[in-house]
Each structure stands twice: as structure tokens, then as C-alpha cells.
Nanobody, 119 residues
């Protein structure tokens, strides 16, 4: 199984920016897509953004469109999530995920990184 290691979380004020990173331990071309999910206290895990490894097409939750940007490095096995204009409702544990080729859903998960936005 792939190991996904997230980094870049932290405590910021409203309106600030953060960049999360996720590095996979295996060849990312074995993945159909990689993405970010988040889980706030007392809420279910929700989709944030995804990127297809072949082609690079992206998809976003409506709540983050225009503020967040997912990208992948041209060489290597790392994706990033640039988060701008952060709001208190963005506070959550953010998880990196990967959907292996042939899998019907995201089946590889990182340990998560905390993002806290103070008002």
C-alpha cells in the first residue's frame, strides 16, 4: 500500500493562506487520482479537491472554489493544496487521499494535518 505523508497545516487568522503538501511513497502513475478531504469536529469527512494524475484535470467542492487550488509537481510524487482567504469554517483535519487505478474510490489515506482558522 502507498503511504501518504501530509505537511503544512497550522493555526492562522481569517483571510490568511496556507499550503498543504502530500507526498506519496509509490509511483503516482499507479494512481487514478489524488485529492484532499477534510473533517471538522462533529462532522463527516467531506471532499475538498482532487486532481487526476494523467492529464491533471481538477475538481473542487463548491465551498472552496475560487479560494483553493490543487496542483501536482511535474516531476515527483507530491501534490499541493494552496488555500487562500481562509475562513473559520475551513477549520478541520485535512487528509490526503489517493485512488489507485482500478479502485472504485479513494483507497489510500494519509494521517491528516490540522488546519485551524481563528476569527
Amino acid at each position: 500500500q502507498a503511504q501518504l505523508a501530509e505537511s503544512g497545516g497550522g493555526l492562522v487568522e481569517v483571510g490568511a493562506s496556507l499550503r498543504l503538501s502530500c507526498t506519496a511513497s509509490q509511483d503516482p502513475y499507479s494512481f487514478h487520482a489524488m485529492g484532499w478531504f477534510r473533517q471538522a469536529p462533529g462532522k463527516e469527512r467531506e471532499f475538498v479537491a482532487s486532481i487526476r494524475w494523467a492529464g491533471g484535470s481538477t475538481n473542487y467542492a463548491d465551498s472552496v472554489k475560487g479560494r483553493f487550488a490543487i496542483s501536482r509537481e511535474k516531476v515527483g510524487n507530491t501534490i499541493h493544496l494552496r488555500m487562500n482567504n481562509l475562513k473559520p469554517e475551513d477549520t478541520a483535519v485535512y487528509y490526503c487521499a489517493a485512488q489507485r487505478i482500478g479502485a472504485l474510490k479513494y483507497d489510500q489515506w494519509g494521517q491528516g494535518t490540522q488546519v485551524t482558522v481563528s476569527s
